[in-house]
T-cell receptor, first 114, second 112 residues
Framework: KQEVTQIPAALSVPEGENLVLNCSFTDSAIYNLQWFRQDPGKGLTSLLLIQSSQREQTSGRLNASLDKSSGRSTLYIAASQPGDSATYLCAVLNGGTSYGKLTFGQGTILTVHP | DGGITQSPKYLFRKEGQNVTLSCEQNLNHDAMYWYRQDPGQGLRLIYYSQIVNDFQKGDIAEGYSVSREKKESFPLTVTSAQKNPTAFYLC???????????FGQGTRLTVV
């Protein structure tokens, strides 16, 4: 059974800092890994999608990497801003015996102080 | 605009009632998903469907039922057998293999 873990559970940083969020998964038979942002009481907004054959993706101040063989992904946020405060979730789209199942981590709650 | 529409945004259920949450997508996606979100517990998969007229149980299917009669629609029924239904429910869709997943804005269900 695929399990996805995110570390840390919560993170509080001053504005301007660079930061790294971590995601690990137990079954490497995945199609892709996706990072999402969720604001309180809202749905999920997709940030970055990394296919299983890719190593990283970048969008603006965000960079996500994927090491499929070790079951790890990181989301790097450069020059953090108060508007980045939200919950960040990673999810893997499973292949293999769990084909098509989209499994989430518990999320990292990020607070960026002005 | 293409996207996923969930309705209603807020839903109140009395004890012993069945209620149905709507999820409609116009993205021409094959796969659709229902998740439940409780504070501090992340998203847990209830049911998912890869194709019309087929669906699979997720991790917490007990007390829930779904149907997939049309590609665009994947309604979720919360039955009276679900003892603790108060939660935030999210619907998602993908093309099924390797593409970006999109989410609706959620339905908040409260038992009164």
């Amino acid at each position: 059974k695929q399990e996805v873990t995110q570390i840390p559970a919560a993170l509080s940083v001053p504005e301007g800092e660079n930061l790294v969020l971590n995601c690990s998964f137990t079954d490497s038979a995945i199609y892709n890994l996706q990072w999402f942002r969720q604001d309180p009481g809202k749905g999920l907004t997709s940030l970055l999608l990394i296919q299983s054959s890719q190593r990283e993706q970048t969008s603006g101040r965000l960079n996500a990497s994927l090491d499929k063989s070790s079951g790890r992904s990181t989301l790097y946020i450069a020059a953090s801003q108060p508007g980045d405060s939200a919950t960040y979730l990673c999810a893997v789209l499973n292949g293999g015996t769990s084909y098509g199942k989209l499994t989430f981590g518990q999320g990292t709650i990020l607070t960026v102080h002005p | 605009d293409g996207g996923i529409t969930q309705s209603p945004k807020y839903l109140f259920r009395k004890e012993g009632q069945n209620v149905t949450l709507s999820c409609e997508q116009n993205l021409n996606h094959d796969a659709m998903y229902w998740y439940r979100q409780d504070p501090g517990q992340g998203l847990r998969l209830i049911y998912y469907s890869q194709i019309v007229n087929d669906f699979q149980k997720g991790d917490i299917a007990e007390g829930y039922s779904v149907s997939r009669e049309k590609k665009e629609s994947f309604p979720l029924t919360v039955t009276s057998a679900q003892k603790n239904p108060t939660a935030f429910y999210l619907c998602a869709s993908t093309t099924g293999r390797g593409t970006e997943a999109f989410f609706g804005q959620g339905t908040r269900l409260t038992v009164v």
